[in-house]
């Protein structure tokens, strides 16, 4: 897999991307490295990130609990009053080694520290190599409502490492598989067949789909960076998807759902909108539901339960001048961003689902 430069940031990959770690950092004046993991990846992941590092420098390891949850304002001001306790200055460069809340905070955090210091992300999950950690999107979420908070800027590098895949439980490498398979479906129609029919994930089929989607979305994000139209399509599914996921965090009586786990339905439901506005394929849109039936467990979601996920959908990032707007597929590969859908159609998308 080779190496590219995608929106600033340089994406490397296993054995080289080491390599290509090593030589930039001989090149820069860093003062020091903070290494940002949480619980998890400083357990199973460090060890064998350091091991491949290469510098002089002090390294120092801030460590933040894991989940969804801590994805928020208060873990950003532990974290900076790490670093400012640390003594890091603005030529301090932070690592952020974990899945796609850790590069999410992580980045966040360095661009606001001292006014931004330079960071690079190691993705540890299937989510965050084929989607958080590319692209430059930065942020925490506000109370339940995902990801009100950031900003857009690439860090220096990011360095897929796929070897980390195996620390994973199975339903972690399934709620990165849902964003692969949202990649298939907006922009390639045999890359989704190819994903569909691909039954055992072994090491060189995961570093075959994870290059394909990193590149699907490094096509995407250099054409748009800054999220004003075409890279809206990489919200298919989140709309309602990143809705259904905040409904599930904020509830004392629901199972939180994996971001993946919440996208996979919002695919459903976005698909079933697609055929009534846009005349979508029934035949696809029966296939699909099947295809994440297949990989994801049925979500029991109640009627009465349908107007609170709605309301949260105001909160949508895509949204202007009052308006929802959602991404809708004219066909695979082909995908149409700012619709608007009448309520009544997001009802029967919900039965449709529970069918």
């Known amino acids: 897999m080779q190496s590219f430069n995608s929106a600033g940031s340089r994406v490397c990959f296993n054995e080289q991307g080491y390599k290509d770690l090593n030589h930039f950092l001989s090149g820069q ?17 460090l060890a064998t990130f350091l091991q491949e590092l290469e510098t002089e420098l002090i390294i120092e390891i801030i460590e ?13 001001s532990g974290v900076w009053n ?76 990011v360095l897929i490492d796929t070897t980390f895949l195996a620390t994973l439980p199975h339903n972690e490498l399934l709620s990165g598989l ?8 907006i922009r390639d129609r045999d890359y989704w067949n190819k994903t569909i ?6 090491n060189d089929v995961l570093n075959e789909l994870i290059y394909k989607s990193v590149q699907i ?6 054409e748009d960076p800054e999220e004003r139209g075409l890279r809206k399509i990489l919200n298919f599914g989140h709309t309602l998807g990143h809705a259904i996921e905040s409904y599930f965090l904020q509830h004392p009586y629901k199972e939180h759902l994996l971001h993946g786990e919440a996208i996979a339905i919002g695919m459903v439901l976005e698909c079933y909108l697609s055929t009534q506005i846009l005349g979508f394929s029934k035949e696809d849109l029966d296939k699909i539901k099947y295809e994440m039936s297949r990989r994801f467990a049925k979500v029991e979601i109640e009627q009465e339960e349908i107007a609170s996920i709605i309301e949260l959908m105001k909160f949508d990032k895509k949204n202007s001048h009052g308006n929802i707007n959602f991404v809708l597929l ?9 619709h608007q859908v009448a309520e009544e159609l997001i009802y029967k998308a919900f039965d449709y689902y529970a069918a």
């Open 29 to 45: 004046d860093y003062s020091k490295i903070f290494i940002l993991v949480d619980s998890n990846t400083h357990e199973f992941c």
């Open 82 to 157: 790490a670093l400012s306790e640390l003594e890091a200055d603005r030529k301090a460069l932070m690592i952020n080694l974990g899945g796609g809340m850790v590069t999410d905070l992580g980045g966040f955090v360095a661009l606001t520290y001292k006014r931004g210091i330079d960071y690079i992300n190691v993705p540890t999950s299937l989510l965050a190599m084929v989607d958080a950690s590319v692209g430059g999107k930065t942020g925490v979420d506000l109370g339940k409502l995902k990801n009100q908070i950031g900003v857009i800027q690439a860090g220096k590098m």
């Open 330 to 338: 004219k066909e695979i590969g082909h995908p149409e961003v700012d």
């Open 178 to 185: 849902a964003e692969v398979l949202k990649h298939g479906l």
């Open 64 to 76: 933040i609990e894991p989940g969804e949850e801590q994805k928020t304002i208060e873990t950003c």
């Open 197 to 202: 029919t691909t039954e055992a994930f072994d």
């Open 217 to 222: 979305k490094h096509t995407v994000v250099t």
